[in-house]
């Protein structure tokens, strides 16, 4: 069962993407830049579609993390593309962390996407 959790940052090293990677044992440094698009009504009230660019930082076999300008929230179903269209696929937001300036997020993929990430 998820439970709803966000986090408030305390210093620079939890304002950054890398703060939130020490949750994720397995999180990969990697740079990879993607557009999401947010669809509105899961929560009823927000705001429709929406989307931005922004650049994965970390990543494991099953989640993604990187910062936004949106203030996403738990649970949201982001859809997730790269450039080439070689990850193209949907992930539910499992922990955010609300900063002046950006939100920083994990997302995990709703489907298994096979090896999106692979370790050296």
């Not at 709803?4 to 044992?25: D, H, K, M």
């Not at 937001?93 to 300036?101: G, K, R, T």
């Amino acid at each position: 069962m998820a439970q709803e959790a966000t986090a408030t940052a305390r210093g620079a090293q939890n304002g950054s993407v890398a703060g939130l990677a020490r949750f994720f044992p397995e999180a990969t440094p990697v740079r990879i830049p993607v557009q999401f698009v947010r669809s509105g009504g899961h929560a009823g009230n927000r705001p429709g579609d929406f989307s931005e660019s922004t650049v994965i930082e970390f990543g494991t076999a099953r989640e993604v993390l990187f910062a936004c300008a949106t203030p996403l929230e738990f649970a949201d179903v982001l859809r997730l593309r790269n450039s080439d269209g070689s990850l193209d696929t949907e992930a539910s937001v499992v922990a955010v962390q609300y900063h002046p300036d950006k939100t920083v997020v994990a997302a995990r993929f709703l489907k298994a996407v096979p090896n999106w990430i692979v370790k050296p």
